[in-house]
């Protein structure tokens, strides 16, 4: 295990593996340090509260030390593309920004969010992926263009928490934000309940569609692992009969490059595309999930958030625990 990047650079078994040693991390009853003497950098090119608190506490708690570096703010702007030519705004070149941070530290984590610019571009994971080439230590995705595995394990984590261990029927909703928002957090909670076998049922309007090859490997994953996919547009009937509800906005690809566009075309969908009592009714007393933050009486009502089925809370918690266990394997 060299980087951890996406789920789906491992097997379901693994995965599984981590979540029986978060959980053990979380009970109490493994206690290791095996960071002892060792740092790990924290790259943030994006803002972040739980990525930034539970990473810093779980190297601190594994006997490790943090270091925390902002391109453009604690630390030099940034370039990622091969061959430019840098005499613009960015002041030092990741090849040599990677190679003399790693004789500093044992891994690197990684925030950079989609920039919502250049869809073909974007989908490809560029900064991440740059990372990757450069690097000889781990890389940790802590949330990319494309992708937050972080947030999905431990969505994997407090469904198996709550619900027990095996197939449950999981709906992941689009619903109405103010303004775009990157797919990442939906790219990756779909690849793991495919991954993990659930029944994924995927509701979204028109138009906001998710990556055609991420889809055809959501389904590729659901059929190797015994699960099932379905997509719909009907925001009320799909809340029928689920036992999770896992509401997140993203933009639509269409879009990328046009945001007044996206929010115009939006602007209909405000008053169907929420999370309700109403619809939480449908359901099989289903948990409600969100990865946070979250804007309340938009995305989800406060009688929702605030309901003893909403496990929010326990779901970021869960985040420190499973990056422990992540960081306790990749970092040997």
Not at 54 to 64: F, N, P, T
Not at 219 to 235: H, I, L, P, R, Y
Not at 251 to 278: A, P, S
Request: aromatic share 8%.
């Amino acid at each position: 295990m060299k980087n951890y990047l996406v789920t789906t650079d491992f097997s379901t078994e693994y995965l599984n593996g981590l979540i029986e040693s978060a959980l053990k991390i979380k009970s109490g009853e493994v206690r290791n340090k095996p960071l002892d003497g060792k740092s790990i950098a924290l790259v943030f090119f994006n803002p972040s509260l739980r990525t930034r608190a539970s990473m810093q506490v779980g190297i601190y708690e594994l006997g490790g030390n943090a270091v925390i570096l902002e391109p453009g703010g604690t630390s030099w702007t940034l370039e990622h593309r091969d061959g430019v030519v840098m005499d613009g705004n960015k002041t030092e070149h990741l090849a040599e920004f990677v190679r003399v941070l790693e004789r500093y530290v044992s891994a690197i984590g990684v925030r950079t969010f989609a920039e919502l610019k250049d869809w073909e571009t974007e989908r490809t994971d560029p900064i991440l992926n740059a990372f990757a080439k450069y690097a000889t230590v781990p890389i940790i995705n802590l949330e990319s263009a494309m992708h937050h595995p972080c947030q999905s394990m431990a969505d994997m984590m407090t469904i198996r928490e709550k619900l027990g261990a095996g197939r449950k029927k999981v709906l992941m909703t689009w619903a109405w934000h103010p303004k775009p928002l990157p797919m990442a957090v939906p790219d990756s909670f779909a690849l793991a309940a495919a991954q993990f076998g659930h029944d994924l049922r995927i509701v979204h309007p028109k138009g906001y569609e998710l990556d055609d090859a991420l889809i055809a490997e959501i389904e590729k994953q659901s059929a190797a692992n015994g699960g099932s996919v379905e997509f719909t547009n009907d925001v009320h009937s799909a809340f029928d009969d689920v036992e999770v509800v896992y509401a997140k906005s993203w933009g639509g690809k269409q879009f990328y490059g046009d945001t007044d566009k996206d929010i115009e075309f939006r602007t209909g969908l405000r008053n169907d595309w929420i999370v309700d009592e109403q619809k939480m009714a449908r359901t099989n007393n289903a948990s409600f999930m969100h990865c946070l933050p979250v804007r309340r009486n938009v995305i989800v009502t406060d009688g929702v958030i605030d309901s003893a089925n909403s496990v929010v809370i326990d779901e970021a918690e869960n985040r420190l625990h499973i990056q422990k266990a992540i960081m306790s394997e990749l970092i040997k």
